[in-house]
């Protein structure tokens, strides 16, 4: 037998209700702490305000992949219908004018791109779908899908350490302070 | 963030209001230029010649329907966040009351259109029901064929009965909606019984206004032209008319707040909210103008291509193109950034900018028809049949000037009457401390 030695992944810290969840974040944040999040079995209304979180860059991602939508759907069109063969419909010109006839497709590819970046853009970002999380390992932690508001502090944060986090997080209304080391 | 929590001690007890010295200026001036409006109207509609009595009659008609369309959005924003049972709204609810509570006197405006002096230029189809001598069925058997089968419809009598339907029925819905939001304001027990009551009248008073702006527009727009139908008509007229009326309320919430009004009540929260259904309406009104315009392209009937042929000729097309992205590519794109939204200024401009696109809009609505109609009826007076009249444009410009000044006079005065945010409803903290 050799010992082990296991990696600490920070603090984890129960809170009693959505309410109280949001204003210890409120002063986690206001501590400076960068790495931190906060777990809660629902969403909760201004939480990313309380968390001091910076708005996401995936509506950019959408935007631009609107406009991808709309330019391939404009190019497949126009290509086929009016440079490669010229479709004649009831008389209607084969020209850029016809080009309310495309209208319905350059909106359902706006749709579809802006749906698939806001998909696999949100998937990139939250670094999903993952095996495991480090929180896994405690034996609490599950009911964060259930009854209870936790809030955790990793170890690799700057302001991280060992005795005046877990006095910030037990002052601010923590209980069931646990430090979480990462299974092997 | 963590911004200050309002509890009811923010909320003035005896309610926010205008001081009337702030706006006594403007509201003289609109009222004048307005009366003094009018009655050159009335001169030019009943007295003048000929040539200008039929121009002007289009310029009055597209000046009240266009003002028109702002008041019925009022009501709408009114009834829908009674019937909804929304909340978030409250704060600005009452500039939704103020803004529809000037229907009744809007409508006042359309008097001229019920003389047939006026009618004889606008609606085609009355010249052809009054030149019958006895009945007028029988006379339309054999004049025209089309008006014997719609004759259940446009007929005088149900003509003239609906449009004193559309006028007095909106108004009592509002008129009474503000009347029970009002009395609220000072009562020692303001309660619950208010809001519920309110809630109720609104389901069923929805439909009269879904009728009133669908059948004011069949009955004054599209009875320019009786051989043309569109079965998209009455939501496209709507879909401008729920847009522009929110533009209005997020300019009227702006200013007063400006002035130092709806402290604590209305946050950037509520602007961002009036902002998204400006951007929302931007998009329906896309949809569902392209889609009236699609459904008549693509299927080529002569009775529905007349609209769009009128409008693709001439100096018409390049405003119609232009329409297409500055009222919707343009405020889309500009719509979609959250910040804007939430700042009162930015979004005032895009209201404004709105509006501006919504005179384009209906100008094109009740305007093209002109030369084509007067061509039609009375060519030795007015030129035979083309696509604009000249000089008529002078006249389109008196008629929004005058019953735009109308508009700002009765909304000026309806703000001024009462509390600016209903400051006993019971939901005023809900709305106050609105997040999204």
Known sequence: MSTTRKRVYGYLAEFKSASALYKAAEKVRDAGFRKWDCYSPYPIHGLDGAMGMKRSILPWFVFFGGITGTATAFTLAYTTQVVIYPTVVQAKPANIFSVPAFFPVMFELTILFSGFTVLFGLLGLIQLPRLNHPLFASKQFHRATDDAFFIAIEARDPKFSPNQTKELLSSIGGENIELVEEED | ?436
Not at chain 2, 33 to 51: D, H, N, P, R, W
Not at chain 2, 114 to 125: A, C, G, I, R, S
């Open chain 2, 1 to 436: 963030m963590g911004h200050h929590h309002v509890t009811s001690a923010d909320i003035a007890i005896n309610g926010d209001h205008l001081d009337p010295s702030k706006v006594s200026k403007v509201k003289t001036a609109a009222m004048v230029i307005a009366a003094i409006g009018t009655l050159v109207s009335i001169y030019l509609l009943f007295v003048g010649s000929e040539k200008t009595r039929g121009t002007y009659a289009y310029s009055w008609l597209f000046a009240f329907y266009f003002f028109l369309t702002l008041s019925i959005g009022g009501c709408f924003w009114t009834l829908l966040h009674n019937v909804s049972n929304s909340g978030w709204g409250t704060s600005v609810r009452r500039t939704f009351e103020n803004l529809g509570s000037t229907y009744p006197w809007m409508f006042l405006f359309g008097i001229p259109l019920l003389f047939p002096q006026v009618q004889q230029y606008l609606y085609e189809w009355m010249n052809i029901h009054r030149e019958a001598h006895g009945s007028v069925k029988e006379h339309l058997h054999h004049a025209d064929h089309l008006l014997y089968n719609k004759y259940w419809f446009m007929n005088l009598p149900f003509w003239y009965a609906r449009v004193i339907f559309w006028g007095v029925g909106l108004s009592l819905v509002i008129i009474g909606l503000r009347k029970l939001s009002t009395a609220q304001d000072t009562d020692p027990n303001p309660g619950t019984a208010r809001l519920f009551k309110a809630r109720f009248h609104s389901t069923y008073t929805l439909i009269i206004f879904a009728l009133t702006i669908t059948f004011t527009g069949f009955d004054f727009m599209m009875g320019l032209d009786y051989k043309w139908f569109s079965t998209m008509w009455g939501v496209y007229l709507f879909s401008g008319s729920a847009l522009n009326s929110m533009a209005v309320i997020i300019l009227v919430c702006a200013w007063l707040k400006s002035q130092g009004h709806l402290k604590h009540v209305t946050t950037g929260e509520h602007f961002h909210i009036m902002g998204k259904l400006l951007f929302a309406f931007t998009v329906f009104w896309a949809y569902i103008s392209f889609s009236q315009f699609f459904l008549i392209w693509y299927a080529g009937i002569t009775e529905e291509t007349s609209y769009f042929l009128i409008r693709n000729t001439g100096n018409w097309n390049t405003a119609m193109i232009f329409l297409v992205f500055g009222h919707f590519v343009f405020p889309f794109v500009i719509l979609l950034q959250a910040w804007l939204k939430k700042n009162p200024k930015a979004l005032s401009i895009m209201a404004a900018y709105t509006l501006v696109m919504h005179v384009l809009d209906h100008y094109l609505i009740s305007i093209p028809e002109r030369g084509i109609s007067l061509g039609n009826i009375k060519p030795g007076v007015f030129g035979e049949i083309q696509p604009a009249i000249p000089g008529a444009f002078w006249g389109d410009i008196l008629a929004f000037v005058t019953i735009g000044s109308a508009f700002i006079f009765f909304l000026l005065r309806a703000i001024g009457q009462h509390s600016l945010y209903p400051n006993r409803d019971p939901r005023i903290l809900e709305s106050a401390n609105l997040s999204n």
